[in-house]
């Protein structure tokens, strides 16, 4: 921990090319360059399936094939393929920020209340203006909690394509344990501003989403009948015997 503070502290490790100022700048760039590409992507295509309710199997694929996906992997990929650096870690973040995306999207628009599309059809709206004025609206929360996934993974695998030569603040990690340097504090700087860095941009991205959000437009479930249970037996409590008979 000490080691860590020292490192924060020193004025000179904030400056220059490659000091924390300009690591936190890059990870960030990266990370928000990401997320808009991906959403840019993702949002369109998973609102328009879910509107609709054709194209079932393409956001659940993506979905599944995003969980399974190795970002290192990826990121390796994509270095050898093409060329090590920025522009391949930010390829490969946008496929890993898409499925969230996608997902999120598709459920949101597919789970609206169908009495509210119902009465926007009835009352003469295109389906183009259901779903820009009811759906969308009703489904950004989901939206909003599919680009906050995405950003908790694309925030942390940035950090992991420092290995495939990208810049921000994972290459406080790799820097700090070269041979040369060995400077953990450098390296727990770099981990913890990482973390630091995703929930910031997390609380953002909540703090828009809460400005965007109608309150009156919400999705709501609608209510279930509780089950019946068991009904109560009861049995007669045995009381003193009747007087004998004269």
Not at 24 to 42: D, P, Y
Not at 82 to 95: K, N, P, Q, R, Y
Not at 213 to 233: E, F, Q
Request: hydrophobic share 50%; charged share 15%.
């Amino acid at each position: 921990m000490n080691l860590m503070w020292n490192y924060l502290t020193d004025g000179g490790n904030w400056s220059g090319s490659g000091g924390i100022a300009d690591r936190i700048f890059e990870h960030l760039a990266l990370s928000v360059g990401a997320l808009l590409i991906a959403a840019l992507v993702a949002l369109p295509i998973g609102t328009m399936v879910g509107h609709g309710r054709r194209g079932d199997d393409l956001p659940i694929a993506l979905g599944t094939v995003g969980r399974l996906m190795a970002p290192l992997g990826v990121f390796a990929y994509f270095a050898l393929k093409f060329d090590t650096g920025d522009d391949s870690v930010l390829f490969a973040l946008v496929l890993l920020a898409i499925p969230p995306m996608m997902t999120a999207a598709y459920t949101g628009v597919r789970l609206v209340d169908g009495a509210a599309v119902d009465s926007a059809r009835a009352a003469g709206m295109l389906p183009s203006q259901i779903l820009r004025q009811v759906e969308i609206p009703m489904a950004l929360p989901d939206l909003i909690s599919g680009i906050r996934k995405s950003s908790r993974q694309v925030v942390a695998m940035a950090a992991v394509g420092a290995f495939v030569g990208a810049d921000g603040l994972g290459r406080l990690i790799i820097d700090g344990q070269s041979q040369e340097v060995r400077s953990y504090g450098e390296v727990a700087t770099g981990g913890v501003l990482i973390a630091v860095v995703a929930v910031v941009l997390d609380g953002l991205i909540v703090l828009v989403g809460h400005r965007l959000t109608s309150p009156g437009l919400t999705r709501r479930a609608p209510a279930r009948a509780a089950a019946p249970g068991p009904r109560a037996v009861t049995y007669p409590v045995p009381g003193p015997p009747p007087p004998p008979l004269h």
